[in-house]
Structures are given as C-alpha cells and as structure tokens.
C-alpha cells in the first residue's frame, strides 16, 4: 500500500503503453511510479489465443530502448512477447505495483488523488495507460439475449479445439477474425461475417511494410505534404502464413451480416435461417475511461478529448496507447514509441513550468 508521497508522475496500466512511458521516465529522471491491475507481466497479451501470431518481425514490434529479440518463424507468438515484454521490465527495473486496480481519480489543487483497492497515491500528473482490453466490444443485434448457443470474445477465444465439429460464425473482418477463422475452419464448420467484403493485403506487403508506409504518412502531414502512397490500413489483412494457407484452402470468403439472433440461430436479410452451436466475436475493443469519471474529463459518449494526448479538460492528465485519437498507430507495440517519448517530453516541460 502507498503511503502518501507525492509523486511527479503515476502511471496507470503496466502493460506496452506503461513499460514504454516508464522506459523514458526513467531515462528522463522523474519520480514515477506505475500501478498495474494484472497480477502478471505482459498486459492483455498473456490472455490472447494460443496460436496468435504478429503479422510483423520481431524487430518492428520493439519498445524504446530495446529491440524485441528474434523468434522462429520471423512472426513472433503470443508468448515470445510475453516473455519480451515481462524480461523488459525487469531490464530497466520499472517501479510497478501489482495488482492495483485503481478505481478512480479526484483533482485537487495538491494535486491528482488516485484511489486503488491497495491504497492513495499523490500525482503531481498523471498517465492512463490502461488500453483497451478489459472493455470488449460486441455489437447491438436484435434477439442476441434469445441465443441459446455459445458466444466468445476474441478476448477469451483460446484454440478451436473446444469448437470441433461445430457449427461456428466468426464476427469481424479485422485481422483477428481471419487469423482465427483460418485455424477454426480445419475442425468446424465456419461461415465468416463481415460488414464489408475484407481487404486482403498483397502477400508482399508484410506488417513491416504496413507500419512504414503508416510512418511515412504521419511524416507527410508533420510536413505538410501529400503522401505518394497506397491508403492500406493497419486495419487491412496481413496474409500471414496461417492466413494464406486458409486461403489455398478457399476459405477466406465472408457473407454480410445477419438480420437477428433466434434461439437455435441466425436470421440472415432474406429471411433464411441457419443454426449455429457458437459465435466468435472478433470486433475488437473500447477504451475503459470509467476511472477518470470523477475527474469530469469524459464527453457524453465515455470519450475524453485531448491535444497531443493532453486532457483538454484536466491538464494534469495525458492519455496514452488508445489508439490513433492519443497518438498514430499507439494502440501498436511497434507506434507506441514516438507517442511516449512526446507525452513524456511534454509532462517534463509541465513539471517545470513550461509550456509544452
């Protein structure tokens, strides 16, 4: 439990995001210190799905300071950036506290109070860096309470074996929904359901192009120029070998989504129906703001506008690693670097009075 020493900086969340703010904190001298609710390393990773694959190299998937190290495969797994990022924290001896759930923050004119079920901690500033996994997203669909079938999260799927010779529907055209759908339909019978017909990357086009092409186009608006380049998305399908051998095998075809949920099934557009024993839902994440509530920084949609990832409401907090809205590409192991350094960089220039 905390005593009540004030400190320049908390950083709420121990997971990418927290280690890379605590990687330029430490380099920066700041008294800092970092709660994390997990009772392990490794933030959401240790709890993706067995056979997760990166859809870029080791080495573009790297926190500041240290390079992630090589893997079999080029593609690291889920538990290569495990041990990464928990063998990263101990390398620079990060001040974290586990578990912390901290369960809100009051401003004062002393400064930010956080309250965590272990404790009070004092801020001089503040940095939620509590990403978005603990909120899983699953969309509004007519009768889904009626279903009588299975529904998982990605964020809880874990292999198919558990799904074998079952009738099952993947939800989401992102990377997750192919990566996943590729290893459930060797052992069920799968139909893919996607909003808009996926966007396939060329095979040449890996995550360390994706990523490069992303920089180049954050470089291109800094300068004010237009970027020379394809509009691919970090959202876009990376065709990871798992993912092209899906392919070979002609199943990478998705139907549009289905009308509503009966308790046997589906309901498609045109009136058919189909049984289902289970439903992935691979449609990501929203961010979990619910400890900033009494700060009064939240918008009406459970949002928190900011400037360079700086509360426009609270000038003691900065947001960091939600997404492209805190910084391009820092939801990412591999765009979380150059948004902590500038949070960073900014508290710095805060704690002296500084104009950021």
Not at 223 to 238: F, N, Q
Request: net charge neutral; hydrophobic share 35%.
């Amino acid at each position: 439990m905390s005593g009540r020493v004030l400190r320049d900086v908390v950083v709420i969340g121990g997971g990418q995001s927290g280690l890379a703010a605590g990687y330029f904190l430490r380099r920066g001298g700041v008294d800092f210190e970092i709660l994390d609710a997990n009772d392990r390393p490794g933030g959401a990773w240790p709890d993706a799905w067995d056979s997760l694959r990166l859809f870029s190299p080791a080495s573009m998937n790297s926190l500041p300071g240290w390079p992630m190290p090589p893997c079999p495969g080029g593609y690291p797994s889920r538990d290569h950036v495990v041990d990464y990022l928990t063998q990263y924290e101990q390398r620079y001896s990060l001040p974290i506290q586990r578990p912390v759930r901290v369960r809100d923050i009051l401003g004062s004119a002393e400064g930010l109070t956080v309250r965590t079920d272990r404790g009070t901690w004092l801020a001089k500033t503040v940095i939620s860096a509590t990403g978005g996994a603990s909120k899983p997203y699953i969309p509004p669909y007519s009768g889904r309470a009626l279903f009588r079938g299975r529904q998982v999260h990605s964020s809880d799927y874990r292999s198919p074996d558990e799904f074998e010779g079952q009738r099952v529907l993947v939800v989401g055209g992102g990377n997750s929904g192919a990566q996943i759908l590729a290893e459930l339909s060797k052992v069920a019978d799968t139909a893919w359901v996607t909003r808009q017909p996926p966007r396939f990357l060329p095979d040449e086009v890996t995550g360390r192009v994706l990523f490069e092409r992303a920089s180049e186009r954050v470089r291109a608006q800094m300068e004010g120029r237009k970027p020379d380049l394809a509009e691919e998305s970090l959202g876009d399908i990376v065709m990871v070998p798992s993912v092209r051998e899906a392919r070979d095998l002609d199943v990478l075809h998705s139907v549009r989504p289905f009308d509503r949920f009966v308790s046997e099934g589906v309901v498609w557009l045109d009136g058919a129906r189909t049984a289902v024993d289970a439903i992935i839902w691979c449609t990501g994440f929203r961010p979990n703001l619910s400890h900033l509530a009494h700060l009064g920084v939240l918008t009406a949609d459970s949002h928190v506008a900011v400037e360079n990832g700086r509360s426009t409401r609270e000038p003691r907090l900065w947001l960091l690693g939600y997404g492209n809205w805190t910084g391009a590409a820092s939801a990412t192991l591999a765009g979380i670097t150059r948004s902590a350094r500038d949070t960073v960089h900014d508290i710095q220039a805060h704690l002296v009075g500084k104009r950021p």
